[in-house]
Structure formats: C-alpha cells, structure tokens
C-alpha cells in the first residue's frame, strides 16, 4: 500500500507518462527483452540507443502493443500508461494505437493521397465531426509537422510521390493527427539523407512541448542532439538509464562507457 | 602483424597466362551454347505456335463466308394467309421461285434435286421474314437465302471439278444447275453472320455458335460469381486471419494439390453430386458455371494469397500504428492494393475455365441443341463442347466451320489473357 503510493507521488512529481516494470518480451522461445522497468517523462525526448539488435524497437513497440501483431512474440510484465495498465482487458490495443502514434523507420505513406493519409486515423477513430473538421484537423496536423507549406498545393497528390524527408513528415503528420499523447519513432531518419534528418530532428525538438517523445537511434550524436533522457540497453537489458548529458558525459556503468566510446559496436 | 602469411597479399591475377585466357574462352563457349539453346527453344515454340493458328487459318476461314442465292419470290396471299402465317406454305412459295430459272425441267425428281441447291432452312427464313413484316403478303420481294452444304463447298473451290465423277461429291448435272444459277447473277457469297447469330443446326451452312456463345457466357459469370468471392474469402482468411497449425498447413497443402486435379475428375463429382444428389439439370450452364467454379477456385485462392502477400509489411505496420483493427487494415489497404493482382489471377482462371471441355462434357453440355440458353438453366451447349460437336460431325461443312468455333474460342482466351497482362502492367506498383 505504502509502496504504491509512493510510485504515484513520484509518478506525479517527476510527471511520468509511462511506467513499464519487470518487462520480458519473447520471440518463441528466445527472450528479447530480460526484467526491464523504466519510466519515461512527459514531454520530454527519451532516446534509446544500444547496439543492433539489442531490443531498442522490440521494446519500443511494448508500447503501443505492435508485439501483439507479431505471431511469435509474447510480452509479460506491466506497462502502465498514465497510470493505466495497458494490457488490461477492457483495453483495446486499436484504441491505445490512437494515443500512442508510432512513426516506422522507412517511410511508409500509405499509397493514397497526401490528405487521406493524414486523415486516415481520425477517420477511423470518428474524430471529425464534419469535413470541415477533417479539414482543420489535417492542416493542424501537417502544420505541427512541418510539411503544410509544401503541400498544402497539392494535398490530392499521392503521398508516395513526396521525396523521402517530406514522406517521414508526413508519417509524422499522420501519427499526431489523432492527437496521441505519446509519440514512438524507431529510427525515422535512419534512411534519410543530413538535410531531412536536420529537419526531423528540429520537428522533434518541438514536437516535445507536446507529447511524451521515445526515439530509437542508432546514432549517438543525434541521441546527443535531440534528447533529454537516454536509456542504453545491450543484449535485452536496459544498462543504464539517465539524463542525456550523464550518460555521454559521465556514464556509471563499465558497458555504456564501452559503448559510447566505440568499444561495443 | 600483417607480414603473417594468411593476411599478405598472393600476387596478382596474371592477364597473360595461357590457363586464364583458356578459362575464359569456355566460359564464353559455355555462355553461346545457352544462349543458343535458349533462343532455339523460343523458335520451336513460336513455330509450333504459328503452325497452330495457320492451319486453323487455312481450313477455317472459309467458314467465315457463305454461299447464298438471292432469288425472286412472290408471296401469294392463297399459300400464306395473313391470320396464320406460320401454317403458310412457304416451301412451295420457296420452290416455286427456285425452279423458275430452269424452266425446261419438268421431272419431279429433277426438281426436287434443284431444290435442294437451297438449304432447308430458307422456308425458315422467309417466314421469319414474313412475321416480322405481314405487309409483304401478296408482295413480290427478293430474299438472300444460303446454298446448302455441297454447293457451298462447290463455290468456295473445296470440291473439285476435275476429279472423276463417281468420286464427286456433286454429280455433273448437279454442277451444271449451280452453274446456271451462277450464270443468272443471283449467286454471292457474304460474311457469314449466322455463324454467330444462329444456334447449332444439323445443317452446316445454318449452323452457328449462338448457343455456345450464350452458354460460355452463362457458364463462366456463374463460375466468376461463385468462385470470385469464395476464393477471394477463403485466400483473406487463410492469409490474414488463419492461426499458422498443422490444420491451416494442411488445408494449405490441399488447395494447392487441387489446382493439379485433373479436370475431369471435377466433372465427376459435379455429375455425382449436383446432377445425382441435387438432381439439377444436366446440360445446364448453371451446373457447367459451379463445375469450373470448383476448378477455378483454387487458382483464385492460390493468386490472391500471392497478390496478399505481395503487400509489403511497411503498409500494414503503418495501419496498425495509426490504430486500424486487422479487417481495417485487410480491407482498406492491403485488399485494394492487391486487386490488381487478383484480378489477374481471376482472369487467367476463367480463361482457363472457358477453355475446359472435359467437366462439361461429363454433365452433358455437349447435347445437340438448335437454340440459344434463355437462362442459364436451360440445356445449352459451351464453345469447346461445342467444338467438340463438330469436330465429330460427319458433313465435309463442318470441318471448317470447327476451325472457325477455335478460332473465335482463341480470340476470346487472347483478349482476356491481353486484359490481364494489361491490368498488371497498369497497376503494378514499387513501393
Ligand atoms: N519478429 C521477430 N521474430 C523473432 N525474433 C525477432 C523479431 N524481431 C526481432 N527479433 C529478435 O529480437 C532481438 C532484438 O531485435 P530488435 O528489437 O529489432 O533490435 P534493435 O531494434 O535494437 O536492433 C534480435 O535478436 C532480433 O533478432
Ligand atoms: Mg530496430
């Protein structure tokens, strides 16, 4: 009782969006992910780093339930959103996917026009009232993703016709168009060229003064860049987690100073 | 470090050596050979290809004209009465107007021989003629009306004069009466329509594809509408929904195993199980259209799993991570980005189905039937069984007229084959 009180003080106090405790996720029956618990900050950047297949986006998609999807996996633990348990049964995954928006490593616009892929999630959620809410919703939504300007001329156009930057803003765009809370990205620049991946990473910047950001990037500079907290993991577990500046500058334990200087690849 | 003899370097590729240069020049050797090989294989097969349609060709194109009279005929109010046309004598009237260029022949046998030049169905023709216009009663109008079988190979050059009497089809009498008509002017030879607009008649120069034609039709929309859904159905839940267990392995496996069943074998469970159980018609296109359902139904399945699982995974992340539910993400983005593919796949299926005569002939779609389908309940004939017909008919007419049933046949399998290579080409897709 007394326990559990203080995890919601300090929930409360350090303004927790996401709790997950004791999470193991398996494929089969090899374990990806061993006991992890971490809490993550609203509006905040929490970056995972880690070396390649370390569990970075496995865990990653703990949050929003996307294992689920995947016939194989299986996930134990709690995860708990603003209190909440996610995986409680009258919790419907579809429902948290609209709180919890998840921008995919390769742009994956859908192949229809710029417009309908902004307005797809609304629609389905039954967030417009009217086509002029659609409306309002999609430029809000292409605004705060930075891409209003160049297309607000050509909304009808295919969103697959847009260059590889503009089609991450606009998975951007389509992930914040139900309005999350949340906001996951598994490497969104990681197949951009330096001047997208600028832009995505100044979106980034801003997008935190509204959602809970959790990026996964391989890349430490940008981690450097763009977050507040990082969390390192290796070989499924989370090593060490902390403010950003710590952890590049004066990391605690023995392997996260290994990885950050390039002896773990 | 480096100078440790599995990291130094092993000298050079030698472009003089005699062995590299030899090495070379059986790859390249090696390289001809395939390639020659290869270009013959597509030389055969576009012989044999070009073979098939020029012997086709060749015998059947003259089936695509027909020898007809136009003769003078006077429509006596005495021999039709305008309250009973049908009951007219338009035989006679036929008769009559025929035997006017031969005014000399008095013997009723002779006269008998001239009528026969005509084919019996021109009474028919001119009492359809009649009943769509009574006004003609009591008017004297000329009327196009086809030569029968004998003398219609006799015009187009395929019974030939020279060759002995006793081995004549057409004796030299018979000869010299078409030769007067010839000489009056009143033989031509027009395109022959009633290949198409006419049903099967026992008669070749009457004969037409009519009936096949409307039971083809009959047969494969009931096959597209049963085996569209169902396969189409059966290939979403198999891909999408199905949990992956030996049951769904199995069924797997069996849907595969039965696009190889031969399709006779359709043809008998179709006999046993609607004709014999269900005790519907035979000869139905109805029951034709869910034979070559059960045989195209695995095609279908077979493509639209290939089609669904040609989506690529990006998509169906993208949908689930903006919160579409799995029949969301099914039907509102992976289904409509594999239509293409589907339809491809239904496309070649029933050209597959058209073309299937086994099945059909086991349920009796090959009766001799002289008019089209009303519904697709009615007995009816399909164009291969229909070919089949005729290729067993006896009557020289036929020959060529079955070549000319491939012929249309063919046409249809290239322009749907043509619509599905279209439709890929169109709609194919790089994400
Ligand atoms: N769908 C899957 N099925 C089975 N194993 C998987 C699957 N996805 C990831 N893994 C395994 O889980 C481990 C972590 O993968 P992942 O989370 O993709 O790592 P990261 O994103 O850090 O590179 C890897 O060993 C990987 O092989
Ligand atoms: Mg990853």
Redesign the interface.
């Known amino acids: 009782m007394n326990d559990m009180r203080m995890t919601e003080r300090a929930r409360l106090m350090q303004d927790i969006k996401i709790s997950a405790r004791d999470v193991n996720v398996y494929y089969g029956a090899t374990r990806a992910i061993n006991d992890v618990s971490i809490d993550i900050r609203d509006k905040t950047v929490t970056a995972f780093i880690g070396p390649s297949g370390c569990g970075k986006s496995t865990f990653l998609r703990c949050f929003n339930r996307m294992n689920d999807t995947i016939e194989s996996a299986r996930v134990t633990g709690t995860i708990e959103l603003d209190g909440r348990d996610i995986h409680a049964p009258d919790l419907d995954p579809v429902q948290l996917r609209a709180r919890v928006g998840m921008v995919f490593q390769k742009p994956n616009p859908f192949p229809k026009s710029i417009y309908d892929n902004v307005a797809y999630g609304p629609k389905i959620h039954g967030l417009a009232a009217s086509k002029a809410d659609l409306d309002d919703i999609v430029e809000r939504a292409l605004r705060r993703a930075a891409l209003w300007d160049e297309s607000k001329d050509r909304l009808t156009a295919s969103g697959t016709s847009l260059s590889g930057g503009q089609q991450q803003r606009l998975c951007i765009a389509r992930a914040i168009a139900t309005e999350p809370e949340v906001l996951l990205m598994d490497e969104p620049a990681s197949a951009l060229d330096p001047i997208a991946t600028a832009q995505i990473e100044e979106l980034i910047d801003e997008l935190k003064e509204n959602y809970c950001v959790v990026i996964v990037t391989h890349s430490m500079q940008q981690a450097a860049r763009v977050s507040q907290r990082t969390a390192f993991f290796h070989l499924g577990d989370l090593v060490e987690y902390g403010d950003t500046g710590q952890i590049f500058t004066n990391p605690k334990n023995e392997r996260t100073e290994s990885y950050i200087t390039g002896r773990i690849g | 470090m480096s100078d440790t003899p599995h990291t130094a370097p092993r000298g050079r590729i030698d472009w003089a050596d005699p062995a590299l240069s030899e090495r070379l020049r059986l790859r390249k050797r090696r390289q001809f050979w395939l390639k020659a090989l290869g270009l013959g294989a597509v030389g055969v097969a576009a012989l044999m290809l070009f073979v098939l349609i020029a012997s086709l060709v060749v015998t059947g194109y003259q089936a695509f004209r027909q020898t007809h009279a136009t003769i003078e005929v006077n429509i006596d109010p005495f021999q039709v009465d305008p309250a009973n046309i049908r009951g007219g004598n338009f035989d006679d009237i036929i008769e009559t107007a025929i035997l006017a260029y031969f005014p000399d022949v008095e013997a009723p046998g002779e006269q008998r021989e001239i009528v026969r030049i005509l084919s019996d169905g021109a009474e028919f023709q001119l009492r359809d003629r009649v009943l769509d216009n009574p006004e003609l009663i009591g008017e004297r109008v000329s009327i196009t009306v086809p030569l029968s079988d004998p003398y219609d190979l006799l015009n187009k050059g395929l019974i030939d004069r020279t060759t002995p009497e006793e081995n004549r089809r057409l004796k030299d009498d018979q000869i010299a009466r078409f030769d007067t008509l010839a000489e009056a002017g009143i033989i031509s030879q027009p395109l022959n329509t009633a290949l198409i607009t006419n049903a099967d008649s026992r008669f070749p120069e009457l004969a037409g594809l009519k009936g096949a034609l409307v039971g083809s039709f009959y047969a494969l929309a009931t096959c597209f509408l049963l085996a569209f859904p169902v396969g189409i159905g059966a290939a979403i839940y198999l891909e999408e929904f199905a ?2 267990n030996r049951l769904s392995d199995l069924i797997e496996i069996n849907i595969n195993n039965l696009a190889a069943v031969p399709s006779v074998v359709f043809g008998l469970l179709a006999l046993a199980v609607f004709i014999g159980w269900f005790g519907l018609p035979r000869s139905a296109p109805f029951v034709g259209g869910m034979t070559l359902a059960l045989m195209t139904l695995p095609t279908i399945i077979i493509a639209t799993r290939a089609a669904l699982k040609a989506v ?1 995974g ?12 799995r029949q ?1 993400v099914v039907f509102q ?1 992976v289904l409509p ?1 594999a239509m293409p593919g589907i339809l491809t796949g239904t496309i070649i299926g029933l050209a597959q189905a058209l073309g299937e005569t086994a099945p059909l002939l086991l349920i009796g779609m090959n009766a001799f039937i002289t008019s089209a389908p009303e519904t697709p309940f009615d007995s009816a004939t399909a164009l291969p069984t229909q070919i089949f017909i005729w290729a067993d008919s006896p009557e020289r007419g036929f020959v060529s007229r079955t070549s000319a049933a491939i012929l249309v046949l063919l046409t249809f399998l290239v322009t749907m084959n043509a619509l599905a290579i279209f439709l890929r080409s169109r709609f194919e ?1 790089r994400w």
């Open positions: 949990p992956k690529p990006s998509i169906r992340e993208a949908a689930l991570g903006v919160g579409a539910s969301q983005h980005l897709r």
